[in-house]
């Protein structure tokens, strides 16, 4: 078990510029899904998949912003036209099917926006 | 109002204390509550998980949790300096709103040798 992957783990980018980020979940997990944590506060949920389909998308998650998960392995998650406000910790979980299993999170990926 | 509220702290105390740390949330329709440790620069580390009223006990870490006045709490017996992290506790109405988490705020411990 080697835990989930997150890629890179600090990104520095000019306001205005397109990032994405990648997860690679816990091999076994059908489930992915990526958070937001601000300074001082707890993660905010984001979207989530079930294999490849994206199952759910909070109103954070502005037309500037996109998830896929081909083929239901890894993830990516594109900010485009980056803003001030874009600046946080990404975060990705896994987790597995048949009910509620726990969600086991990777170190994520720190976005600072010049 | 924020759906689960947790004292931010932060909490500091002496090498082998008791620490509670507690949070309340107004959704009464939460199946599932957990609680995650947070070191600086890392992603959280889930600690305890628990599905409805009741305790449940691992090593130094008890979570409770009482549906009936909704509240949770995590304590942490014979506290050691490296529990010094930020307590997320996390719950889920898994039923209705799939398994995204909601999570509070965060309480900052530190435990001082």
């Known amino acids: 078990d080697t835990g989930v992957s997150q890629n890179p783990r600090h990104k520095i980018t000019k306001r205005g510029q397109n990032v994405t980020f990648r997860c690679d979940p816990i091999?076994?997990?059908?489930?992915l899904y990526w958070y937001r944590q601000t300074l001082g506060q707890g993660p905010e949920f984001l979207t989530y998949?079930?294999?490849?389909?994206?199952?759910?998308k909070s109103r954070l998650l502005s037309d500037r912003f996109s998830a896929e998960r081909p083929k239901g392995s890894f993830s990516t998650l594109e900010i485009q036209r980056t803003e001030q406000g874009d600046s946080a910790m990404y975060l990705c979980?896994?987790?597995?099917?048949?009910?509620?299993?726990?969600?086991?999170f990777g170190d994520g990926t720190r976005l600072s926006i010049l | 109002q924020k759906e689960v509220e947790q004292d931010p702290g932060p909490l500091s105390v002496p090498e082998g204390a008791i620490v509670s740390l507690n949070c309340t949330y107004s959704?009464?329709?939460?199946?599932?509550f957990m609680w995650y440790r947070q070191y600086s620069r890392k992603g959280p580390e889930l600690l305890m998980y628990t599905y409805s009223s009741g305790n449940k006990e691992d090593g130094r870490f008890t979570a409770q949790v009482d549906k009936s006045s909704k509240y949770i709490s995590l304590f942490i017996r014979d506290s050691q300096p490296s529990d010094s992290a930020t307590y997320l506790c996390?719950?889920?109405?898994?039923?209705?709103?799939?398994?995204?988490?909601?999570f509070g705020q965060g309480t900052e411990l530190s435990v001082k040798p």
């Open positions: 998949f079930q294999n490849e389909a994206q199952l759910e």
């Open positions: 091999s076994e997990h059908n489930r």
């Open positions: 959704n009464s329709a939460f199946q599932y």
């Open positions: 979980a896994s987790s597995g099917t048949g009910g509620n299993q726990p969600q086991h």
């Open positions: 996390a719950m889920s109405d898994f039923y209705n709103q799939g398994g995204k988490l909601i």
